[in-house]
């Protein structure tokens, strides 16, 4: 089925350990983002990118990097996990980053850092 | 910044039509507004968006007075399976981009 696949699906790190969530798309869209989402809150966006080439920081980006390796593939990593940054992350995708097109989005990594 | 303001919760019976309203005073001339519908576990899914007026399609409905400054998503009908969370975005502009805001949207129970 045509989608957002992440992985991993759960992933448990302890403080000070990197690593690096994986997200592609196989709908040809232009645009990816990166968001976490925390017990009973909403979605905040960390990066997206609008398009192939471009990252762009959102709401909350500090200690997280991203790269936009192809027009498929957008990557998260994290350089030195902490426990603030134990969340849900979800990866999602839009034909263009523009109020007209909705989102399609993954089904989430479930990150512990401890 | 074109915030949203939503109910925390709402409870709902089965069979019945559920209304959610968002209130996005601030929301700019090219906003769209669309919702999104939050499963436990699982990321959320596009379920309507809208310019002005009324939008309807398999799903739901949703109503937009002329002075776009409210919306309301209509569910018609509902039952367990529409027990989610419930979210309510336009777009957000700031340097010529466009970033969506999620808040912390509507938890809906659907009730036997």
């Known amino acids: 089925n045509a989608g957002v696949t992440q992985t991993p699906k759960f992933q448990v790190l302890k403080t000070g350990q990197s690593m690096t969530l994986q997200c592609a798309q196989d709908?040809?869209?232009?645009?990816m983002y990166w968001y976490r989402q925390d017990p009973g809150m909403g979605l905040r966006l960390i990066y997206y990118?609008?398009?192939?080439?471009?990252?762009d920081k959102g709401e909350v980006p500090n200690g997280y990097n991203v790269s936009r390796l192809n027009k498929r593939e957008f990557s998260l990593r994290l350089e030195s996990a902490a426990p603030s940054q134990t969340s849900v992350y979800f990866c999602?995708?839009?034909?263009?980053?523009?109020?007209?097109?909705?989102?399609?989005f993954g089904s989430g990594t479930r990150l512990t850092v401890v | 910044l074109a915030k949203t303001t939503q109910p925390i919760s709402m409870d709902s019976y089965e069979g019945q039509e559920v209304n959610i309203t968002c209130s996005h005073n601030?929301?700019?001339?090219?906003?769209?507004i669309t919702w999104y519908q939050q499963f436990p576990s699982q990321g959320p899914r596009f379920i309507i968006q809208?310019?002005?007026t009324k939008v309807t399609n398999e799903v739901a409905s949703l109503f937009i007075p002329a002075d776009r400054k409210s919306s309301t998503l209509s569910l018609p009908r509902v039952s367990l399976s529409d027990t989610a969370v419930y979210y309510c975005?336009?777009?957000?502009?700031?340097?010529?981009?466009?970033?969506?805001?999620f808040g912390t949207g509507t938890r809906l129970k659907v009730l036997a």
């Open positions: 975005l336009v777009g957000d502009q700031p340097s010529g981009t466009y970033k969506y805001i």
């Open positions: 709908m040809n869209h232009n645009s």
């Open positions: 809208g310019y002005k």
């Open positions: 601030n929301i700019a001339t090219n906003d769209y």
């Open positions: 999602a995708s839009s034909e263009a980053i523009s109020r007209v097109y909705g989102y399609t």
């Open positions: 990118s609008a398009s192939e080439g471009t990252t």
